[in-house]
């Protein structure tokens, strides 16, 4: 089974920038359509990012022009680069398969806070 772990995230001010990472393990994932999800306190886990096995990109209209979803193939990874960050930004973020194909992984915090 596909083993996914998140880091990279934090603290940071509003107006800030974090990249987080998702590496997997137990198989190749270069073959799927890769996504990053966040949740919120009280709140769904949502869909923010994809990047498609071709690199075709899709975001969530809340974070289009301010994230960027990538992703090494060889280093078997996949990023998500988030500037300009607000505070409703504030989640914990998971990666997993477009749709999730293994179980999820700890994920991330990441918060926006002044």
């Known amino acids: 089974q596909v083993q996914l772990v998140e880091s990279g995230g934090g603290l940071v001010q509003p107006g800030g920038s974090l990249r987080l990472s998702c590496v997997a393990s137990?198989?190749?994932?270069?073959?799927?359509?890769m996504g990053w999800y966040r949740q919120a306190p009280g709140k769904p886990r949502d869909l923010v990012a994809s990047?498609?096995?071709?690199?075709?990109?899709n975001y969530a209209g809340s974070v289009k022009g301010r994230f960027t979803i990538s992703r090494d193939n060889a280093k078997n990874t996949v990023y998500l680069q988030m500037n300009s960050l607000k505070p409703e930004d504030t989640a914990v973020y998971y990666c997993?398969?477009?749709?999730?194909?293994?179980?999820w992984g700890q994920g991330t915090q990441v918060t926006v806070s002044s």
């Open positions: 997993n398969g477009v749709p999730g194909f293994t179980s």
């Open positions: 137990g198989s190749m994932i270069s073959i799927y359509h």
């Open positions: 990047i498609g096995s071709g690199g075709t990109l």
